[in-house]
């Protein structure tokens, strides 16, 4: 089967996507919804490249057969053990050679109907990387500003909820944006950028999408050029709300923070390199008393708010600015129901 698009293989017909690769292959990126079979084990996809350069191509080809089948049987044996005489499996490895090759060898010769990849993941991979940096993003964005703790997050799946297309990029980075913002192991840039990929293709390039305001880079996930130039240049909606409420918007937020002490304690002290050595003794000394209000709402005024000032300095895209009194469910809810009726008076660009 030869790729065109990176969204081909979720609808070509097949039952079962298999990646043959081995595990840390798969777990760094893989196509979606396949499942992982793989023929060779980290371990012995190394001795065999090993033996390849070290030995000779003929007894690495030698050992990588006999491993393969050896594999292959005890996948047949275990998870295919049940797959009936109509299953059509699509099968891929790197580059659509030789381990992905022998596999669907062996199931054809049981009786199934079996294709691969042509070129492999190193193909549909080139896809991804084709829509996502060499194509200009397609559709029309409308970013959602705000300062820390505005509720720009929360606002997202409340818009769609109200029919409102948004791309999450927080969500698919599995990151919070700050340094307060880890929320577990993220995915790898590749596999960031696959479900990137994949949430940008279902969306109707018709209609605006609402992109949360985000540096170029969330975590540890970058964000494609296009992408980054698209909300540098899109119109703005700026959530404006009183210190108070987005402080305990904050504490609504990060219970996780608030529910480990000695993790608040440490990323405090990342910030001792921008502020004086008393600011952080008095950030420290209120996550160690429990004083989240003063906590938030210093963090907000001494670190967060001017640096989101400078860099809206360079921006000059602000079409719309709601003001929120209260960042409570019902305020966040009613604010959805604002932008969302904003979002009819923009013309994205």
Known sequence: MTLTQFFDVPHAGFDTLIDVRAPAEYAEDHIPSAINLPVLSDE??????TM???VSPFDA??????????????????????????????V??????????????????????????????????????????????????????GNTGAGKTA?????????????????????????????GPQPAQKAFETALAYAIAGLDPLRPVVIEAESSKIGNCRLPASIWKAMQAAPRVFIEAPAPARAAHLIA?????????????????????????????QWQAQAAAGQYMDLATGLMQAHYDPRYAKHRARQDKVVQVLRADRLD?????ALAGQIAAALAAIRPV
């Not at 080139?126 to 993003?137: C, D």
């Not at 606002?155 to 929320?183: I, M, N, T």
């Not at 469910?329 to 809810?333: E, N, Q, R």
């Open 253 to 281: 937020a990060y219970p996780d923070m608030i529910a480990d002490s000695a993790r608040l304690m440490g990323i405090i002290e990342m910030l001792r390199a921008a502020h004086p050595a008393d600011q952080i003794a």
């Open 44 to 49: 012995e996809r190394a001795r065999v490249g």
């Open 52 to 54: 390849y350069k070290q």
């Open 92 to 145: 891929y490895c790197w580059r659509g050679g030789q381990r992905s090759g022998s596999f669907a060898m062996i199931l054809g010769q049981i009786g199934w109907r079996v294709e691969t990849i042509a070129g492999g993941y190193k193909a549909w991979r080139g896809r991804v990387v084709q829509a996502l940096y060499e194509m200009p993003f397609p559709l029309r964005a409308v970013v959602l500003d």
């Open 61 to 90: 080809r030698k050992l990588g057969a006999a491993l393969v089948a050896a594999n292959a049987a005890r996948h047949l044996q275990g998870p295919l053990a049940g797959m009936l005489g109509g299953w059509k499996p699509l």
């Open 329 to 333: 469910v019902a305020g966040l809810d």
């Open 155 to 183: 606002l997202l799946p409340l818009l769609a909820a109200r029919g409102v297309q948004v791309l999450d990029l927080e969500g698919l980075a599995r990151h919070r944006g700050s340094l307060f913002g880890a929320v």
